[in-house]
């Protein structure tokens, strides 16, 4: 009897431990998760999950395969989503229906689905005529629906619950954000969740539309709550997440409390502002970033989430016209500081050149020390301004005494182009710019000029030729672009405010080659330069390329966080000058960052470059 009894015992065993092995039938498989829970997904061993790929690594298809759930109680049986609709494999109807009726036996067969997308009600049809099928479905996503049976559909609200029998519960959570009617199933008292794609399924939380994020954000807290809350009985530590589309966290383990942790985090960096970004593509235009924080990806849209953060720092009924800048210093005082010199050069294709120079040690700065050289380029016209040029580059407050503490001292050259205006027909046309192309017709005349003239200034003079950084504005960036790509052994850092040109791809290889650190700021609304034209178009390669920054300004604003407007010869001009942004240090009076990604501001960029410590 014993021995019989043993036996019984090891032949339930072995019967047990088979039944929790993967199984296909049809295309799908099939896996005992724990008790009374099961896996079934679209793939099989003829048509794996995820990326197919030949011997040599080629992509030669895929299943972006889709899971579906299945809980059993004593009375009900819960099938959680529908998965794609196959066409890949005959009948698969009559295989799934075999799975689901085969492992509910006689139980009530509920349907319900975590949102309204295709890749998870695909295999609706096999279910919707059964005159004893049951659905359940949440009110957010499918409210007005036709896709099901009216008398044998219950469209319930947030947070209701399903008692399938035996003490198996089942209780929904809203999260909207990948659809406005995302929802969670939780089993209560076992720690474990059905998703969705409300979280993602470890490799990115696709987010479809703007308004999504701030759905999202909203709900967050809410869940997080509603995990931490004792009389919810979930154990935080023990949480299981069973997602959508499983063959995406790769071979990691399940998700879970750490999973949503990460995910809490990166939700507050995007909402502020802060998030490590990473250019993306999908078949989806919108989709164009993905943002991450260790375990969690949010893939969504980059320019929407610059938005997001823009309305949320800066109200929109809370906006004004600034009155001008409001930093310390007084432009029209500090280029008395400045000492005007002539530069000449044999041969030079533009003739003599004007420049004006701050020398930190003329005064009162240690005479024993080697200081670095920042180089300014005014823009178009300015250089018909003399020595304004300088303040109208709103950088002549750098030689002022509060930033040149703040960066340990540095010499500031304003060099001046040559300008001048040319009647052609009935209009006067600016001529001799940073822009005057050379015979290559890819470059400046002023290089070469520039070039020699920075080469003058360091020999004569306490600098240290290997902390020299160059910047400009407008057609002062143009200069700096093509100033690097010609001579990008003689600069440390550059900085372009509303540049009126782009890098090419092997030009920002170069100067990644040389070490070059690039800071490039240009509002989203220039008037003058558009960033759809400049920059923007660039963006995701200068992002890619090492030590490159780029600050895409939603709107440009003086210190005092009003809205700069600035009508020069009857053309708005104010967000064509985030000049007003870098002569503010990059940094609001009130001490917070116009991009939240670096609260140090331009003198801890320049201080980082110079090796400041």
């Known amino acids: 009897m014993k021995k019989t009894t043993m036996l019984t015992a090891a032949l339930l065993g072995c019967a047990l431990q088979a039944s929790a092995r993967p199984y296909e039938k049809g295309p799908y498989t099939v896996t005992r998760l724990e008790e009374d829970v099961y896996n079934i997904v679209d793939a099989n061993r003829q048509n794996p999950a995820g990326m197919h790929n030949n011997k040599t690594g080629e992509v030669t298809g895929m299943n972006n395969s889709s899971d579906m759930y299945l809980v059993l109680g004593t009375e009900k049986a819960l099938l959680i989503d529908l998965s794609n609709n196959i066409d890949w494999y005959e009948d698969p109807a009559g295989r799934l229906q075999e799975i689901v009726y085969d492992l509910a036996r006689s139980r009530q067969l509920v349907i319900t689905l975590t949102h309204r997308h295709g890749d998870h009600l695909g295999m609706l049809p096999a279910f919707r005529d059964d005159s004893l099928v049951r659905f359940w479905v949440p009110e957010n996503d499918f409210s007005g629906s036709e896709l099901f049976p009216d008398q044998r559909t219950v469209f319930f609200k947030e947070k209701e619950s399903l008692d399938l029998g035996g003490g198996v519960i089942v209780d929904s959570f809203s999260l909207p954000g990948h659809t406005p009617g995302s929802t969670l199933f939780f089993?209560?008292?076992?720690h474990l969740v059905f998703t969705g794609d409300a979280l993602g399924s470890g490799n990115g939380l696709w987010l479809l539309n703007e308004e999504s994020f701030g759905q999202l954000s909203a709900s967050f807290g809410s869940l997080m709550k509603h995990i931490l809350d004792p009389s919810n009985g979930i154990s935080h530590a023990r949480l299981v997440l069973y997602t959508g589309h499983s063959w995406q966290?790769?071979?990691?383990?399940?998700?879970?409390?750490?999973?949503?942790?990460?995910m809490q985090v990166l939700i507050g960096q995007i909402g502020s502002g802060t998030a490590l970004t990473e250019p993306y593509q999908t078949f989806l235009p919108f989709l164009n970033a993905n943002f991450r924080y260790q375990s969690a990806t949010i893939t969504w849209n980059r320019e929407a989430a610059e938005r997001f953060v823009e309305e949320k720092r800066f109200p929109p009924e809370r906006d004004f016209t600034g009155q001008g800048p409001t930093h310390r210093g007084n432009n029209f005082e500090l280029i008395k500081l400045l000492d005007s010199h002539n530069f000449t050069l044999d041969d030079s294709p533009v003739g003599d050149m004007e420049y004006y120079l701050y020398d930190p040690v003329a005064h009162g700065a240690d005479p024993g020390k080697k200081y670095p050289?920042?180089?300014?380029?005014?823009?178009?016209?300015?250089?018909?301004?003399?020595?304004?040029?300088?303040?109208?580059?709103?950088f002549v407050v750098y030689a002022g005494e509060e930033y040149q503490q703040k960066i340990g001292g540095a010499y500031i050259l304003f060099p001046k182009a040559n300008e001048y205006f040319q009647k052609e027909g009935d209009n006067q046309v600016i001529r001799g710019t940073w822009m005057t192309k050379d015979a290559t017709q890819k470059g400046?005349?002023?290089?070469?000029?520039?070039?020699?003239?920075?080469?003058?200034?360091?020999?004569?003079?306490?600098?240290?030729?290997?902390?020299?950084?160059?910047?400009?504005?407008?057609?002062?960036?143009?200069?700096?672009?093509?100033f690097l790509a010609a001579r990008p052994d003689m600069v440390k850092g550059a900085f372009l405010i509303a540049p009126a040109d782009n890098p090419s791809e092997e030009e920002l290889k170069l100067y990644e080659k040389y070490g070059i650190h690039i800071w490039v700021i240009h509002a989203k609304k220039d008037e003058i330069c558009p960033y759809g034209i400049f920059t923007g178009p660039v963006r995701n390669m200068l992002e890619a390329t090492k030590n490159v920054r780029v600050s895409a300004l939603e709107t440009v604003r003086y210190g005092d966080k009003g809205i700069v407007r600035l009508n020069v010869r009857g053309t708005e001009m104010g967000q064509h000058l985030p000049l007003f942004c870098?002569?503010?240090?990059?940094?609001?009076?009130?001490?917070?960052?116009?991009?939240?990604?670096?609260?140090?501001?331009?003198?801890?960029?320049?201080?980082?470059v110079f090796g400041n410590d």
């Open 444 to 482: 400046s005349v002023y290089t070469p000029v520039l070039a020699a003239l920075i080469e003058e200034v360091v020999s004569a003079h306490d600098i240290d030729k290997e902390r020299v950084v160059i910047g400009g504005t407008s057609a002062g960036g143009y200069m700096v672009w093509r």
């Open 582 to 608: 870098v002569g503010s240090d990059m940094v609001y009076d009130d001490g917070t960052p116009y991009d939240p990604r670096y609260p140090g501001g331009f003198t801890g960029w320049l201080n980082m």
């Open 187 to 190: 089993l209560r008292g076992r």
């Open 249 to 262: 966290k790769g071979t990691s383990g399940p998700l879970g409390s750490n999973y949503l942790e990460d």
């Open 373 to 394: 050289l920042i180089v300014m380029l005014h823009g178009a016209s300015n250089g018909m301004e003399g020595v304004m040029c300088a303040a109208y580059t709103d």
